[in-house]
């Protein structure tokens, strides 16, 4: 089993605060994806970065891949209550399975 | 019906009953995967099939029986369930040879056992 250690575990802010999740792991991963849960809903996929040092922004959303691959962040701008959501990380070793990190559940209060 | 679908989206059990969980997806993908997701732990995979061939177990008790009779479909048979087997069950799906193993899920099965 390889561990992905996300940080914080819990995050409560006001709408247009930003913020950052952690992703932290000792393995190194050929991949690592960020996925987003909505209340009642599955894991939906946000974003794949593959490179080490790669990053890639997605409207107010930016992630990173860091040098090593085993460890990534996600930082929100301006965060809005439709951010409101559990937010996993999930490593890829290799072509096969994932491993999803231990999530963050943020809540974007009005 | 488009993406991932999983009935019944809600299930309370007795733990002496039999129920199935079903799964569909519309993707077109060839892998498909049961998750469980409890509270304060994270995302457990379960069972993985390729192509209808179960590749993976994941030490799953036997009360917990996968069916993929094709690329489309996957069922979860239950039976003689414990308390602690209450969570959500998602299953999702990829395509094998895809180069990040992109996972598209469910809706999820939100499984009570009494």
């Known amino acids: 089993t390889q561990l992905l250690e996300q940080s914080p575990q819990f995050l409560s802010i006001q709408e247009g605060e930003n913020l950052t999740v952690y992703c932290n792991s000792s393995?190194?991963?050929?991949?690592l994806q960020w996925y987003r849960q909505e209340p009642g809903e599955g894991p939906v996929l946000l974003v794949t970065?593959?490179?080490?040092?790669e990053v890639k922004k997605l409207k107010r959303l930016t992630f990173q891949f860091g040098d090593a691959r085993k460890d990534s962040s996600l930082h929100i701008t301006a965060a809005q209550p439709g951010d409101t959501g559990l937010y996993l990380c999930?490593?890829?070793?290799?072509?096969?399975?994932?491993?999803f990190g231990t999530g963050t559940r943020l809540t974007v209060i009005p | 019906e488009t993406g991932v679908t999983q009935t019944p989206r809600h299930l309370v059990m007795g733990m002496t009953n039999k129920k199935s969980l079903k799964c569909e997806q519309h993707?077109?993908?060839?892998?498909m995967y049961w998750y469980k997701q409890s509270a304060k732990k994270p995302l457990e995979l379960m069972f993985v099939?390729?192509?209808?061939?179960?590749?993976e177990n994941n030490s799953v008790p036997s009360r917990f029986s996968p069916e993929c009779p094709n690329s489309s479909h996957l069922f979860l048979h239950l039976h003689t369930l414990q308390p602690e087997d209450s969570a959500l069950y998602l299953c999702?799906?990829?395509?094998?040879?895809?180069?990040?193993?992109?996972?598209?899920f469910g809706p999820g099965t939100r499984l009570t056992v009494l």
């Open positions: 999702a799906s990829s395509l094998t040879g895809a180069p990040y193993n992109e996972q598209f």
């Open positions: 393995s190194v991963f050929s991949s």
């Open positions: 970065v593959v490179t080490g040092g």
């Open positions: 999930a490593g890829a070793p290799g072509a096969n399975n994932l491993f």
């Open positions: 993707l077109g993908h060839n892998a």
């Open positions: 099939y390729n192509f209808k061939e179960q590749t």
